[in-house]
């Protein structure tokens, strides 16, 4: 006897369901329609991509104002979807790598209005890559032919919080690898005697993100190679949570060749 509520319960809950799958299924055709049409909406990824460093850094700096704006058109219409990833299959000429925080408030490809095809994203807690991440990049670079770099931190970053917190004391787990990837960093940008927290972290947020993208250069004799031909930009950056905007730093100056020893 208990059953039958429960059951009737459960045929309840499935009907609306039901309910809600029969007008998608009368949706698909038009769907496949679509998706087999030519791309009438814009260019192809790749078609109009950036051939130069000071081309990408402003093709960014303008999908980022769209952004901010809230008006957003590379990224807007899913009806190009099926054609965008047509376009891709055959392979991939990203014009910009994005070295930023894995912090889910930070949506590169929605941030700078760039869809699929152009931005090859790395993204490590704190935006300090490691031997992959630049490799990553690398691979990037001399392989895909990108033409910039942006290491991107953000505000209220909660790897650099706890970096900062932690105070040089030994985070639990693997954390330790963060704190070794940002080593340096308390030390460069101590907190000012009329400095609050939330202050004081801002200055770490910035300074992470000018390290970690002079770290980069410092351990590539490619990307130096690349840079110093004006080839490749490098340049670090600052993505704001509450705004939404980039604030970017000036790319940095690179010599070919080993480095010098100290
Ligand atoms: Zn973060």
């Known amino acids: 006897m208990r059953l039958l509520p429960l059951l009737l319960a459960t045929t309840a809950v499935a009907l609306p369901a039901e309910e809600h799958a029969a007008p998608a299924a009368k949706a698909k055709p038009k769907a496949a329609v679509q998706a087999s049409a030519p791309a009438t909406h814009g260019p192809a990824p790749t078609a109009d991509a950036p051939d130069s460093p000071s081309a990408a850094l402003a093709e960014l700096s303008a999908g980022n104002a769209r952004f901010v704006a809230g008006k957003r058109t590379r990224t807007l219409d899913s009806g190009r979807d099926a054609a965008m990833r047509a376009a891709l299959v055959g392979g991939q000429a990203p014009f910009a790598v994005i070295l930023t925080c894995s912090d889910s408030r930070v949506p590169d490809a929605l941030l700078f209005d760039q869809e699929a095809g152009?931005?090859?994203?790395?993204r490590e807690a704190g935006n300090a890559p490691d031997l992959q991440g630049i490799a990553s990049a690398e691979y990037a670079a001399e392989h895909l032919g990108s033409k910039?770099?942006?290491v991107m931190g953000h505000s209220s970053c909660g790897a650099v919080k706890a970096v900062r917190e932690a105070?040089?004391?030994?985070?639990?787990g693997n954390l330790w690898a963060l704190q070794a990837g940002m080593a340096g960093l308390l030390e460069s940008t101590p907190q000012d005697p009329n400095e609050d927290a939330k202050a004081h972290l801002g200055r770490l947020e910035e300074a992470n993100a000018r390290r970690q993208a002079q770290a980069m250069l410092d351990?590539?004799?490619l990307l130096?190679?690349?840079a110093a031909g004006e080839k490749l930009w490098i340049v670090p950056a600052l993505y704001n949570l509450a705004s939404g905007k980039v604030?970017?730093?000036?790319?940095?100056?690179?010599v070919p060749g080993p480095l010098p020893h100290h």
Do not use: C, E, M, Y
């Not at 152009?118 to 790395?122: H, M, N, S, Y």
């Not at 604030?247 to 690179?254: R, V, Y």
């Open 118 to 122: 152009r931005l090859f994203t790395i």
């Open 148 to 150: 910039l770099i942006v």
């Open 167 to 172: 105070n040089g004391k030994s985070l639990p």
């Open 219 to 221: 351990r590539s004799a």
């Open 224 to 226: 130096r190679d690349l």
């Open 247 to 254: 604030q970017f730093f000036k790319p940095l100056a690179a």
